[in-house]
């Protein structure tokens, strides 16, 4: 007889036998599954398990003279809410009971996973099992210090590779000498790190620290006082016809994208100063400055090659000029005291062309500044509740969306983290309507295509990724199970898609609306990425295969749009202002996958957007290589990317002196000695050609 004959005859022979296999039954049975689903059968069929035809009285009641009572109907969205995580919290507690029931402890009084709470903190919400044990990785971080003698005159603007730009704080995906990526890239003897740090500190420019043609930094004595205010309008304002033709690019190129203004409301402005001229009269600060923001985000919106057939000078000295200008009338109209909405408009509008590819520690320092005055003048609450008029109403609704847009976007380049909280602003978004249709006084939204159509899903986008950043935050605490972070994520997408599907789904589209519609997407294939890119390499486990596989999806949907936004000729007048959106972090971490895993079917089109990514220009599709060939080619490119980054980073951290905590110093020696069959000063070299990926983190 086998063993497992005999183990079935003892425990069938037995009460406690049976008692055993029946505990095992339940333990291994899959548990209740919670569909939330809506109740809209009659109580009385409900209990008797009859078909309801929903009638009231339903047909089941009027035979049986029973009272036919239907549940009240669907919640609101917070209760609804409420209730699934009231569920959740009881699932909890059901599945915890039933570990302690099954199994004995584990884990030593004081022992706890990374990334746990103790024990009178929330529990963890019940989700997958393959999901359990998945723990962020504990290289990437969002904080970052520096030694006192790093060098303050280098720009923090990171380095490039290709069209990618890396800050200290972003970038990494992978875990050393678990990767075969990582094994692709010997650790060299440093020969090549220390002749770029030799010209470095001769004075020699090198060309991947360099800021990029779109940087445009502020003037060191924006916030302290200076001789700005000695500039004249005159000096600065152009000629009226160059400003009128200046003021046509502006509402061709940047008020459809980057709205701020209510058109009609800033040309009345905008004849007010012309007028004040004519007669002799100086127009007021507010009115220079918020005329000169618009001028400057102009200019920058321009061509070189257009600048100089249209004004015969170059764009760079054209830009210059109305940044000083729009910097002295803010000056002049006292923006950091004043109370004027139009004045911190200005402000505003300002930032919006500088915050693009290439953001500095004194642009997120600026937004910080413009969030603080904007939270002084009461925008963080919603005009509605202080009796503004539609106009009023529509214009700080919207300086205040821009500002949420601009702290994401320093947030992510600069770091450490959001200012604006989703829970701390009772800010509505504006409504989906004509400029013409608010001077009317009309107020009720539209379905259809208006002015506002790219802005409201623009900001609707950006609000969700706010959301993501806290739900990422809550997956780390094991407040949330990664399914229910998806689930909410993908309920709002669908949302999104619902609401503005229909305007997009018909044919021909405008340029803009097509802009609109590939933002749109862009920006929603952003989510998974923040969400789950921390959990990518987890210390405890590998990923699920079905969450790599929804990274790897949306990740070249991400870059796919983003490539659009840059190269449709459609689309040229706004290619200005595409890479406000991202600074192609996400291929890096598609280079590291691909790399691992060459064979991937999206490979294809991973590759395609790699190579504009990198700028890599290569013939190899049009000579009829063997799969295998291929395949070798595009190793040899990852390598020469990853050697790249590898290098220049180093360089760029030395030059900087970024400090490296006690944690990650202690997690990578552990981890190169325990693996590496080399002595441990070699393995700890070699870990450190590759620590920078992991000291990045991708926002």
Known sequence: MSSLEESRSNNQGSPDGAQKVAASLDANASRIRRRNRMITSCLECRRRKLKCDRLHPCTNCSKGKRDCVFLAPSLDSATRLKLAELKERMGTLERSLEKE?????QIAEGELHVGSKPSGSES??????????????RLALM???YEDEADDVMVDLGIQVGNMRVTDRLGGFQEEQHNSANRDIPGDDGNEVLRLLELANQGVQLPFLDPGPSFI???????????????????????????????????????????IVHRQSLEARYKLLWDNIALGIEPTPSIQAIIFATLFTAAVSMTADSVLDSFGVDQRSLIERFQLGTESALGKAHFLRSTKIETLQAFVMYLIPMCRETISRVHSALVGTAIRLAECMGLHRDPSEYNYGPVETHIRRLIWYQLCFLDLRTAEVQGPRVTIRSDEFSTKLPLNINDIDLIAGHEEESREWTDMTFACLRFESQELIREAFVDRIRLEQRKLTITGAIGKMESARRKMYE?????????????????ASVTMSFMLHRLHIILLHKFYNSWQTTMPDRLVQLIINTGVQQLEDAITLETSTDLRPWIWYSRAYHNFHTAFLLLVDVTTHPLRREADRIWRCLDYVYEIKDDYQSQNLTRGQIIEHRRKKSHMIMCQFRDRMRVYRALRKIKTSVDIDEIVLTQSIDSSPIPSDTAAEEVDTMVNFHRLLLA
């Open 101 to 105: 029931v099954s199994q004995p402890s």
């Open 124 to 137: 963890p919400a019940p989700g997958p099992e393959d999901e359990f044990s998945l723990q962020p990785t």
């Open 143 to 145: 904080d970052v210090t």
């Open 217 to 259: 930094a502020p003037r060191s004595d924006m916030l302290l006082g200076s001789s700005l205010q000695e500039c004249t309008l005159l000096d600065m304002l152009p000629s009226k016809p160059v400003a009128d033709r200046l003021m046509e690019q502006y509402w061709e190129a940047c008020h459809p994208i980057a709205r």
């Open 499 to 515: 609401k503005y599907g229909p305007i997009f789904n018909r044919p021909n589209l405008t340029p803009i609306q097509h802009a």
